[in-house]
Nanobody, 121 residues
């Protein structure tokens, strides 16, 4: 059983930065990845970024590439999402997820409860 707990959400202004953290507990398979998804009101949940368990390689959605960075802290067993140059369109509930790589909404097996990020213009 894997548990994921997100933290770090909040309300910021456009252009600001925010860092989300996902605390991971339980055993992750080497073929898995841990990543972030987001869901805005009235929209489907979408992929943001993931990091592979085995290699540490990363993948980003085009909409956040160059602004967001996913990283892992093995000592703390966290997967953080550093979000820079935030835009109002980044406003959403952000979810941490884990599952088989490549990670998407169909391969994710475990989800966190979500954390709200609101970016005002």
């Amino acid at each position: 059983q894997v548990q994921l707990v997100e933290s770090g959400g909040g309300t910021v202004q456009a252009g600001d930065s925010l860092r989300l953290s996902c605390q991971v507990s339980g055993r992750l398979l080497s073929s898995w990845a841990v990543g972030w998804f987001r869901q805005a009101p009235g929209k489907e949940r979408e992929f943001v970024a993931y990091i592979r368990q085995s290699s540490g390689s990363t993948l980003y959605a085009a909409s956040v590439k160059g602004r967001f960075t996913i990283s892992r802290d093995n000592a703390k067993n966290t997967r953080d999402l550093q979000m820079n140059s935030l835009k109002p369109e980044d406003t959403a509930v952000y979810y941490c997820a884990a599952g088989f790589a490549p990670l998407d909404t169909s391969t994710a097996r475990y989800w966190g409860q979500g954390t709200q990020v609101t970016v005002s213009s």
